[in-house]
C-alpha cells in the first residue's frame, strides 16, 4: 500500500484483546488512508498498485466482513502518542432523527469537550461521514454501519471502561467498495 500514487499515509491498526475478556474483538483490523482530496483517492482506485493490492486481499481478508467509510477529521485532543499507547477505534450511528449536521454539530461541540476531559487521554479524533455521502443519497460505512469512526489513544489501552470495537464488524454482507473508495 505505501508505493501508491496519491496516498499520504496508510496506517494498519491490528485488533488487541477485547476488554471483554469473554469474547474475541468485533474486528481483527482497521486501515486508515489519507489523501489530498477525494479526486486523488479516485485515481488511486484506477491504478495497477491498488488492483495489486485488492488481489492480496483474498489470501487474508474474508471480503464479506470489509466496510470503507470516508470521512472529515477532527483532531480534538492532540496530545501526541507513544509506542506503548493502545488506540481504541468505535464506529458510530447517529440517532436516525438527527440529520448529520445536527449530529455533527453535537459530536464536535458538545460530546469533543466530554471526552477531551477524560484523564490520560492523550489523543482524541473524530472522523464523520462526509456530508457528500449523505446529500448523494447513500449511507455511510455500506449499508450504513457507521457515521462516524473515533480513534482514541490513552495510557495502557485507554482508562476507565472500554467500549466494544464495532468499526469492521465480523460475519456481515458487503457490497464492493465505492467508487474510488479504499479498502484495506
Known amino acids: 500500500m505505501v508505493r501508491q500514487a496519491g496516498l499520504r499515509r496508510y496506517v494498519q491498526n491490528h485488533a488487541v484483546a477485547s476488554a471483554d475478556r469473554e469474547r474475541e474483538p468485533d474486528f481483527d483490523g482497521v486501515a486508515e488512508a489519507w489523501f489530498d482530496d477525494v479526486d486523488a483517492m479516485r485515481a488511486l482506485a484506477a491504478s495497477a498498485e491498488y488492483a495489486a493490492v485488492r488481489a492480496d486481499e483474498a489470501n487474508f481478508i474474508d471480503p464479506a466482513t470489509m466496510r470503507a467509510v470516508v470521512t472529515d477529521e477532527i483532531v480534538v485532543v492532540d496530545g501526541g502518542t507513544r509506542s506503548t ?100
Open 85 to 184: 499507547d493502545v488506540k481504541l477505534i468505535a464506529g458510530l450511528r447517529k440517532l436516525p432523527e438527527l440529520s448529520p449536521e445536527q449530529f455533527r454539530k453535537h459530536w464536535r461541540d458538545v460530546h469533543g469537550p466530554l471526552a477531551a476531559a477524560i484523564p490520560d487521554n492523550r489523543r482524541y479524533v473524530q472522523c464523520a461521514a462526509r456530508l457528500g455521502i449523505y446529500r448523494a443519497g447513500t449511507r455511510p460505512g455500506v449499508r450504513r454501519r457507521a457515521d462516524v469512526v473515533v480513534r482514541r489513544r490513552g495510557r495502557d489501552g485507554c482508562s476507565g471502561r472500554q467500549p466494544r470495537l464495532r468499526a469492521h464488524p465480523r460475519r456481515t454482507s458487503r457490497t464492493s467498495s465505492p467508487p474510488g473508495g479504499f479498502r484495506s
